[in-house]
């Protein structure tokens, strides 16, 4: 196990603690994964509509984001971590809010680097969204912020006022 598989099973079992982001922006957690991929189901909350009902793109952008951080997370070495280098959105269809099914997969893995590929699907399996993205893997031990942030992310979040 890495300190992504761990962190990426203690979020699975309910037991790992989300960075205040996921809960800001409603993104949820990981409903499944294993080595090169991850599944989640997201419901929109109705906050999160435009105008005409549709959901807002760059909203889909954050959760692509953080679903192909998950699937870089399945197979980052222990002491490596990474930043994302390259996100690319491509939408096929208008969304509603309705859940989706969205699941991403490592597509290419280097020393250097991590690719990975997401779909958005709706419950009927129709695709809304495409997306991409590539990681940059960095040495723990060069970046002490991350290092102490990964670190931190198996204890439980401070209670909230």
């Known amino acids: 196990m890495t300190w992504g598989t761990d962190r990426l099973a203690a979020l699975k079992a309910g037991v790992g603690a989300p960075p205040p982001i996921v809960r800001t922006l409603r993104l949820g ?3 499944d994964w294993g080595e090169g991929w991850v599944r989640k189901s997201w419901t ?3 906050d999160l509509a435009t105008a005409d009902g549709s959901l807002f793109g760059g909203y889909l952008a954050a959760l ?3 679903v192909l ?3 870089a997370m399945t197979v980052a070495p222990d002491e490596m971590h990474f930043r994302t280098l390259n996100l690319q959105m491509n939408f096929v269809r208008i969304g509603r809010d309705q ?3 969205i699941v991403a997969k490592v597509v290419a893995h280097t020393r ?3 690719t990975a590929r997401a779909e958005f699907r709706r419950e009927d399996g129709e695709l809304l969204a495409e997306a991409s993205a ?3 893997l960095m040495p723990l031990d060069r970046w002490p912020a991350e290092k102490q942030a990964v670190g931190s992310l198996a204890r439980p979040p401070p209670d909230e006022p």
């Open 29 to 31: 957690l990981v409903d």
């Open 44 to 46: 929109p909350h109705s």
């Open 64 to 66: 692509a984001d953080q």
């Open 69 to 71: 951080a998950f699937a």
């Open 99 to 101: 859940p989706l099914n």
């Open 112 to 114: 250097q680097m991590i």
């Open 134 to 136: 590539q990681q940059l």
